[in-house]
């Protein structure tokens, strides 16, 4: 078949795809004059394939250490919020997936120990399987009341290499025990 024998209809012509196309639909193409195929999961755009979302259960209480209360994935209102194979986390520190640029957030609720003190927390990364952690980000508040809470959150991007090797936790810092409070 040659070129001139090709209407200008052969592919308008046709029904429309509905929706998008499989991964494993093919296209034809001409690399560098050579027709080839090629399937759809090679040329699809890429996008958010990855998140995740956890909250603490219980609070943590102290002034120092990895928050570590209970976690889970957050399904308030039947809300399974994860997409792709999800994080995996023991004892506060969470686990990644999959390579990639992740968005790294954490929020929480504190109460501080006393009137007039600053509680806050660390978020920290290990590309090395825990072994020694970095920082990546960290927030701080303040109350200036007794049993008074304050609200604190930072986020931060993290390009995770390794995501056999990459780790992230929360610290909390306090100056008296903060009662960390995420549900």
């Known amino acids: 078949i040659t070129a001139a024998m090709v209407g200008n209809d052969l592919v308008s012509g046709k029904d429309a795809l509905a929706a998008e196309p499989a991964d494993t639909d093919e296209f034809l ?37 990895t928050i570590d209360g209970s976690w889970e994935r957050q399904d308030t209102n039947s809300q399974n919020i994860k997409q792709g194979t999800g994080m995996t986390q023991s004892s506060g520190v969470f686990t990644f997936p999959n390579t990639g640029i992740w968005k790294v957030e954490f929020w929480t609720n504190v109460v ?16 090395n399987s825990g072994s020694n952690y970095s920082y990546l980000n960290g927030a701080w508040g303040h109350a200036d009341t007794s049993g008074r809470s304050v609200t604190i959150a930072a986020s931060n991007f993290l390009n995770v290499s390794n995501a056999s090797t990459y780790r992230v936790k929360a610290t909390a810092s306090a100056t008296t025990n903060g009662v960390y409070q995420g549900n």
């Open 112 to 127: 501080p120990g006393a009137a007039s003190n600053y509680t806050g927390f660390y978020v920290n990364y290990s590309a």
């Open 29 to 65: 193409v001409s690399d560098a004059g050579v027709l080839k195929r090629i399937d759809y999961s090679l040329i699809k755009g890429g996008g958010i394939t990855d998140f995740d979302s956890w909250r603490l259960t219980s609070a943590f209480t102290g002034s120092g250490g």
